[in-house]
């Protein structure tokens, strides 16, 4: 089966300018999650969905920060101004429903703003 | 609070040796427990997992781990390490009750020929 896919790998913005991050997650699963990762940590969780619905994103900035799962299969995170802070990997996983902690993850995308 | 702790930023083993990497929580509900490696430019993928019963669980590329719950660990071991198992290793908790998984910062696993 093919896993979760991930675009693009690698973007570089200025600061203030806007990015989105498009995600494809495993056929048949459920759950998507969005992570970010710094460099020399774990992840951190930024928003969960079921299906199309956001069932926890009381981690994700929302200020700046916006995600949508509209048909319940991909996803995109948005990022709308880039700080400086922001730099980091975005990790996207999915799941099937009702297993817990066994995620299937992209191979990220890297983000670097100057 | 819950946290899990991997206590070795960096450890370097020799081709073929044993390998044991370490890993403590605090939490405070029964745990799930599970052990990640991400290797260069790849994504996390799920090496092993403990949900309950025998608490030596096998995983992936001849990788297990052992609960000990009167220590709160979950080290995981290896008996003989191939080049490619260098990598980054994080272990993660949580509980059957919800989906936030707690995440270690990783342990980067360096292999000397």
């Known amino acids: 089966e093919a896993g979760v896919v991930q675009s693009p790998r690698y973007k570089i913005i200025e600061k203030k300018q806007p990015v989105a991050f498009w995600c494809n997650p495993i056929s048949g699963h459920n759950t998507l999650y969005w992570y970010l990762q710094n460099l020399g940590q774990g992840p951190e969780l930024l928003i969960r969905?079921?299906?199309?619905?956001?069932?926890?994103d009381s981690q994700l900035p929302k200020d700046r920060f916006s995600a949508e799962r509209l048909k319940g299969v991909d996803s995109t995170l948005k990022i709308q101004p880039a700080e400086l802070g922001d730099s980091a990997v975005y990790l996207c996983?999915?799941?099937?429903?009702?297993?817990?902690?066994?995620?299937?993850f992209g191979e990220g995308s890297r983000l670097t703003v100057l | 609070a819950q946290s899990v702790t991997q206590p070795d930023i960096h450890i370097t083993v020799s081709e073929g040796a044993s390998l044991e990497l370490r890993c403590n929580y605090s939490?405070?509900?029964?745990?799930?427990l599970f052990w990640y490696v991400q290797s260069p430019g790849q994504g996390l993928q799920l090496l092993l997992k403990?949900?309950?019963?025998d608490t030596l669980v096998q995983g992936i590329k001849g990788f297990e781990a052992e609960f000990k719950r009167s220590q709160s660990s979950f080290n995981l071991r290896k008996p003989s390490v191939h080049w490619s198992d260098a990598a980054e290793y994080f272990c993660?908790?949580?509980?059957?009750?919800?989906?936030?998984?707690?995440w270690g910062a990783g342990t980067k696993l360096i292999i000397k020929p």
């Open positions: 969905y079921e299906n199309e619905e956001a069932v926890d």
């Open positions: 939490y405070g509900a029964t745990p799930y």
């Open positions: 403990y949900f309950s019963g």
């Open positions: 993660a908790v949580g509980a059957s009750s919800n989906y936030q998984l707690i």
């Open positions: 996983a999915s799941s099937r429903q009702g297993e817990t902690g066994e995620l299937f």
